[in-house]
């Protein structure tokens, strides 16, 4: 059995404030007690705001994260602040779909990474990001879609 100890977090448990920027956002991690285990983890984000850059309109999205461990997890609060961060900042959909996959992998080093942004309709046109860090693992089912359904208008 791993033992597993907690006093390197900082945000779980305390009073905490949403950062004012992604940059300054602090994502925590724990350690994996499967190591010996191939599992999928999955996190689903579906009230996700930033700001367009230019306009500072506020723009809407889904995402869908599935990660493959290695060593770390991330921690969910941790996870909760870092992507509340965006709420008030501007920055593309593309770039921030993949600046989100690539800080997770910078923290986790995972075996294997993606994410999905389903980013709602600005100008009447949905846009569907996906960034990933490889090949999918094998022996691992992992679902082949992220369950997603597309932008429907009304």
């Known amino acids: 059995m791993i033992e597993i100890t907690y006093e390197n977090l900082t945000q779980l448990g305390s009073s905490t404030t949403v950062p004012i920027s992604p940059d300054q956002a602090v994502l925590e991690k724990v350690c994996n007690p499967h190591l010996k285990e191939l599992y999928l983890v999955r996190f689903i984000i579906p009230e996700f705001t930033s700001l367009c850059p230019i306009t500072h309109q506020p723009d809407f999205a889904n995402f869908v994260i599935d990660y493959v461990p290695y060593e770390f997890l991330i921690e969910s609060k941790s996870l909760k602040l870092f992507i509340a961060s965006f709420r008030n900042y501007g920055i593309f959909h593309e770039d921030c779909t993949v600046r989100i996959g ?3 992998v910078d923290v986790l080093s995972p075996k294997w990474l993606r994410i999905g942004g ?4 600005r100008g009447g046109i949905p846009i569907n990001i996906f960034w990933q860090t490889g090949a999918k693992p094998n022996d691992l089912w992992i679902p082949p879609v992220q ?3 597309p932008y429907h208008g009304r």
């Open 118 to 121: 389903y980013w709602f309709p």
């Open 102 to 104: 690539k800080r997770l």
């Open 147 to 149: 369950e997603i359904s």
